[in-house]
């Protein structure tokens, strides 16, 4: 049962440490045993996380929202039109991320509803996105929130050792 005070909103410049917080605390807790820790120190540096989303802020780069509970951000998600050349007309969730300490309790399904919302707004009919294979309990999320597996596989960017994203695509209802 939800209990505290819920408001998503946009992302605006100066919301850049927010969103590097949450992403890098993410990581260190649902990546921890699917990447090493190598790589995982690499990502969840809070300064370098901060500074690629200072740039996409500036840029005016994809959609992004914070949910704060209680006025403290807990979860973040970003989308744009899809990065691969083969995937013109989708939209893709880039990133999801919340805070483990308030896991299980429906916020990742009111963020997922409100992007779900704006990329229908945006007037894209479908969404995809890529986790990793091992990822089991965001698997699951995604499937819940209807998302299928694609079939695509690929080797993840940055992950330094084949670690394997599966696609995954949901057709976005009206």
């Known amino acids: 049962m939800m209990d505290k ?3 998503i909103r946009r ?13 890098t605390e993410s ?12 790589i995982l120190s690499q990502c969840t540096e809070i300064e370098r996380a901060a500074e690629m989303y200072k740039m996409l802020l500036a840029e005016n780069k994809g959609n992004g ?11 973040i998600a970003w989308w744009d039109a899809a990065r ?10 880039i990133c999801i991320h919340s805070l483990r300490d308030n896991w299980h309790k429906g ?3 009111m963020m997922m509803e409100r992007v779900l919302d704006d990329v229908r ?14 990822n089991v309990r965001a698997i699951r999320f995604y499937e819940a929130n209807g ?16 670690d394997v994203y599966q696609g995954n695509v949901r057709q976005a209802s009206a």
Do not use: T
């Open 5 to 7: 005070a819920v408001s």
């Open 107 to 109: 916020y990742g399904k």
């Open 147 to 162: 998302f299928a597996a694609s079939g695509k596989k690929a080797a993840c960017p940055g992950c330094g050792r084949g």
């Open 27 to 38: 990581w260190k807790e649902a990546f921890r045993e699917i990447v090493s820790a190598d």
């Open 65 to 75: 929202y914070i949910l704060e509970l209680d006025g403290r951000p807990h979860c």
């Open 84 to 93: 691969e050349e083969n995937m013109r007309g989708f939209a893709e969730l």
């Open 121 to 134: 707004r945006a007037g894209y009919s479908k969404l995809m996105l890529w986790v990793f294979d091992s």
């Open 11 to 23: 992302v605006k410049a100066g919301d850049e440490n927010s969103l590097a917080y949450v992403q």
